[in-house]
């Protein structure tokens, strides 16, 4: 890699043709045993091999060409790097700026404009598939945030926390009739509770340690609910949940319904709204608190914890409390996302708990940015809009052919775009630090400077 | 040993064992109060063992750490706590902790010790205002309701913040770096980084302040501006410190007791004049030349 360096102004292309045909060469050794020959059966079930070089051919050609491009793009003269990475310019601040007034307006406008566009009927799928679950998304990572992106602890079970918030509500309405905004803050209270008692052991471990045992404590939380059946129904779940009133009125086709008490004509489409609507302002208070906290000594301390958790100490600071706070209130919001999920689904079993929910929490904080509450929102759009985009692609058939199954290569695309991503942000999408504090001038500190925690 | 007229921290028979390795062993001495003391010693000989133990990262194999944050502590009003099992009492002689029973946070919280580290442990992502203001956690903290006021916009939090912000910028303008307030700490250069962390020591309003090696990595001229912030910490504010230093121009130059520890063991405690002239201490540690060639372990001064 050294030599790319060689003469800054000029590319040398013997070099990068030579590093691209390596890895031409790699990609055609590692993946010819599958792309190139390819076994099926024949009519008498027999096994045939088919050879199909072309594939080979055409990965090869791709990693050539990809490999080329990014060192052309490492290897662009300094002074256009060194500009892509200066301080923040007057623009850039004021697209900050309104970036989250502007998406704040087109979130409340959403349901009203796509209802008005493609009617009751059309507009359910868009305001439950993307505006629902991807705004359940954005609050669960912004509750995992102050966990891992403020305080600097590594969780890999939070969805534990979801599911405590779930059941609570599931339980709570099935077996005692109370309301959901009843179950709502006591759902909230159960899930901090779950993070306190979680977070006692677990203080004193640090990076590694501390995932494995809050992952392990995940899948405790899922397989307890799984085995004790008397208490959650096992693998069943608990159905027939209640479903979500209007302040009292509940959204069906009777007397003293939402629609029958404000003159309307019974849709569906208005329970999906009135969700949206409810997950939104559930999202907003999250990062209400969270930005206010920020400014307070208690989220000072988390950052600071991040940052340095000896120094900590030796200013006076109860690092002992301080992640305990962070875990309580990172549960607690995932606890309000728990108990919505499940008066939206009407229906909760283990299976919605899985490793992989927390996996996919943790990756929208990661990617969009340790700390930063707009990147985590920008994450969580672009990752799990995009996995529900990825399931529209049955136009690729009029490309691939008829026997293309689009729905396959859904994980490989995501994969791909989480690597990219990384090498091109490592950092995240948003990786620089806002104070929380200025004298002046308030500058974002760069996201080289700042630390990740180490547990 | 020097007799401390008025101390603030005395400190008994002090053991520290690592497994088999004896850091500190049976160290006795003590910091008067408004003075500058210096712990001296070559490299290995425990010093910063010692501050681990007074700020509480370590706990002492043995020992009593007694420190009387008001009042001259009685003998007898010691020996009655240490009886009773208690970390603090607010005695008729003083106001007595004992270090040895107290987790760190609460040594720095209630007994009020603040440090500095040998390696700079500053919060660098943050900026120089917000190291401060961190600094000051636990009276904001009150001041905020615990924070959950604060999340509620009651009470006097903005107030407080504000007067946070005031003592940050006082101690800014002392360490001259106000201009860079809104800088990221981690870039700073090197010598301010020292100072930063002193002052951020200094904005939890300590009775003692330990110094590990401040002087260390700083040119003449920075080593002349750390002498004349730490006379003036000393005069200005009801601050004691309690110093390492290699820097020889720095600990003859403005301490009042210099305790010197070799291997663990204390081998001179005096007044600068007395210990540079004490034979044990030129050949352990002053004595550069001689030291090395009777004992190359010790390495010497840096
Ligand atoms: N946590 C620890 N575990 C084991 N040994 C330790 C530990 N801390 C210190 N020691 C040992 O105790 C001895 C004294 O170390 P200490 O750091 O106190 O020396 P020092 O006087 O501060 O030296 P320097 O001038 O190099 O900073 C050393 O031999 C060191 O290896
Ligand atoms: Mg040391």
Known sequence: ?455 | MLSVSNPLLVVEHLTMRFGGLIAVNDLSFSVGRGDITALIGPNGAGKTTVFNCVTGFYKPTEGRLALARSGIAAAQDVADLTQSGAQHKQMPSGDIYLLERMPDFRIAHKAKVARTFQNIRLFQGMTVLENLIIAQHNPLMVASGFSILGVLGIGGYKASEQQAVEKAKSWLERIGLIDRADDPAGELPYGAQRRLEIARAMCTDPVLLCLDEPAAGLNPKESLELNTLLRSIRADHSTSVLLIEHDMSVVMGISDHVVVLDYGTKIADGTPSEVRNDPKVIAAYLGVDDGDEMNPAHGGAK
């Open chain 1, 1 to 455: 890699m050294a030599t790319t360096n060689k003469n800054d102004d000029g590319f040398n292309w013997a070099f990068a043709l030579k590093e691209a045909a390596f890895a031409a060469i790699i990609t055609a050794g590692l993946s010819f045993p599958i792309l190139a020959l390819r076994t099926d059966m024949d009519i008498s079930n027999k096994l045939i091999l088919n050879q199909r070089w072309s594939w080979l051919i055409v990965a090869a050609v791709l990693v050539f060409v990809g490999r080329l491009a990014v060192l052309s793009y490492a290897a662009r003269p300094k002074s256009t790097r060194a500009a892509s990475t200066a301080p923040q310019s007057d623009s850039s601040k004021f697209i900050a700026k309104w970036i989250s007034a502007v998406g704040l307006l087109a979130l409340f406008l959403f349901p009203i404009v796509v209802t008005s566009a493609l009617g009751g009927q059309g507009a359910l799928k868009w305001i439950n598939n993307y505006g629902v679950q991807i705004m359940i998304y954005i609050m669960l990572g912004w509750g995992l945030n102050i966990v891992v992106g403020l305080a600097g602890l590594l969780d890999l079970g939070y969805v534990a926390f979801y599911a405590v918030g779930a059941y609570a509500y599931a339980l709570l309405s099935t077996h005692y009739g109370l309301s959901f905004w009843i179950c709502l803050p006591l759902a909230g209270i159960l899930a901090a509770t779950w993070g306190v008692i979680l977070g006692f052991p677990v203080l004193r471990l640090r990076g590694d340690y501390l995932a494995i045992v809050t992952l392990a404590f995940g899948e405790i939380i899922r397989i307890v609910l799984i085995n004790w059946v008397d208490f959650s129904g096992g693998y069943a779940g608990v159905s027939s949940i209640p479903r979500i009133t209007f302040f009292g009125l509940p959204f069906n086709d009777n007397v003293g319904s939402f629609s029958n008490f404000f003159g309307l004509t019974y849709s569906p489409i208005h329970r999906t709204i009135f969700l949206f609507y409810l997950i939104l302002c559930l999202a907003l208070l999250t990062n209400y608190v969270t930005m206010r906290l920020r400014r307070l000594p208690v989220g000072r301390a988390w950052e600071a914890l991040r940052e340095d958790e000896i120094a900590c100490r030796s200013l006076g600071i109860n690092t002992t409390s301080t992640k305990l706070t962070a875990f309580a209130l990172g549960a607690m919001f995932a606890g309000f996302a728990g108990s919505f999920f499940a008066v939206r689904q009407g229906f909760v079993s283990p299976e919605s708990f899985t490793f992989l929910e927390s996996a996919t929490i943790l990756a929208i904080v990661v990617l969009g940015g340790m700390g930063s509450q707009i990147g985590v929102a920008i994450a969580a759009v672009v990752l799990i809009g995009g996995t529900e985009l990825l399931r529209e692609l049955e136009w690729t058939k009029q490309i691939f052919g008829q026997d293309f199954d689009p729905a396959q290569y859904r994980s490989l695309i995501f994969g791909a775009a989480m690597v990219i991503m990384m090498i091109w942000k490592p950092r995240g999408i948003v990786s620089t630090r806002e104070p929380s504090i200025f004298l002046k001038e308030k500058k974002s500190v760069s996201g080289d400077l700042v630390a990740e925690g180490h547990g």
